[in-house]
């Protein structure tokens, strides 16, 4: 592993991580679930389980480069680091997603590392026999590619949600990206898998600006929130709001507490932290060589 990384592997890594094993973490993820067993056999012989301790950070070099993780449980912070400035929040990786699934076809972008934000488990595949896999079972490839175009269209959202938007745009959109597209203007209960500090860092704002729009957006009747969990009242204001077609919240419209948020002052690292890791970014190593499905580890 890398820089501020402590971790545990395999055997102690299933008991502390409160996994039973391998095989049967990764059906946890709907990624894995409904594989043919050939298949899940061959990429749980070639996994291994790791614990990653709170506040440590990964990069996507040396081993890593040559594995798909997944993260089995806990959450993990997928930041981009710049030459200049703080590292930006990009994504919030739960327990049953993917970290840095675009490796699995192409080298990482240079910047990119991901933090633990609480004690975390992952399971690492040997890419070569996640390669293997795509080859023999063309379900198991068709759900990776569903997971890349997730990951694609994710991002896209996530760059409109940030640039130029009020705050109260920003918390629509991302609430509404949280739940089914089924048009129903049901009331529906989105539970935020961190802090709202972190997520007020992936939204680009600070903690102060994001609970003056939460409380706006309450007042207003659109949601109603109970620490974590923020429920959907209004449907229709909520997607009016992402749609730019924000009306008159309590009485009040303009840049006041839905004007716009702190630019990206809340979604950061410390930048010296930052820059010693991004050092470690210029690290390659060899690309992972095929395996035959008929291969097993010793």
Not at 119 to 125: E, F, G, M, Y
Not at 183 to 202: D, F, H
Not at 256 to 276: C, M, T
């Amino acid at each position: 592993m890398e820089l501020f990384c402590h971790e545990t592997r395999t055997s102690t890594a299933l008991a502390a991580a409160g996994l039973c094993d391998i095989a049967g973490a990764l059906t946890t993820s709907p990624l894995f679930q409904n594989l043919h067993a050939d298949t899940l056999d061959l990429l749980a012989s070639h996994a291994d389980v790791r614990v990653v301790a709170k506040g440590s950070c990964l990069l996507p070099t040396g081993p890593l480069r040559e594995q798909l993780i997944l993260v089995g449980r806990g959450v993990m912070l997928v930041a981009v680091l710049g030459l200049r400035g703080p590292a930006k929040i990009v994504e919030i990786v739960q327990a049953g997603g993917l970290l840095w699934p675009a490796c699995l076809f192409a080298a990482p972008s240079a910047g990119l590392l991901a933090e633990a934000e609480c004690d975390t488990a992952l399971i690492c595949i040997q890419m070569r026999a996640v390669q293997a896999a795509m080859i023999t079972d063309d379900r198991f490839a068709s759900v990776l590619f569903e997971a890349l175009s997730t990951a694609l269209h994710s991002l896209v959202g996530h760059i409109r949600a940030i640039t130029g938007r009020r705050a109260t745009e920003r918390i629509a959109a991302y609430l509404l990206d949280q739940i089914p597209c089924d048009g129903k203007n049901t009331q529906r209960t989105v539970v935020m898998p961190t802090s709202k500090v972190v997520v007020a860092r992936l939204l680009g704002m600070s903690h102060e600006s994001f609970s003056r729009a939460l409380r706006e957006l309450r007042d207003a009747g659109v949601i109603r929130v109970d620490q974590r969990s923020i429920t959907i009242m209004d449907m229709k204001h909520l997607a009016a709001i992402d749609a730019g077609r924000q009306q008159q919240l309590d009485g009040q419209q303009g840049e006041r507490s839905s004007g716009r948020a702190d630019g990206f002052s809340g979604n950061q690292l410390d930048p010296q932290r930052a820059h010693e890791l991004l050092r470690l970014v210029t690290r390659r190593s060899p690309p992972a060589q095929r395996l035959t499905a008929s291969q097993r580890r010793p």
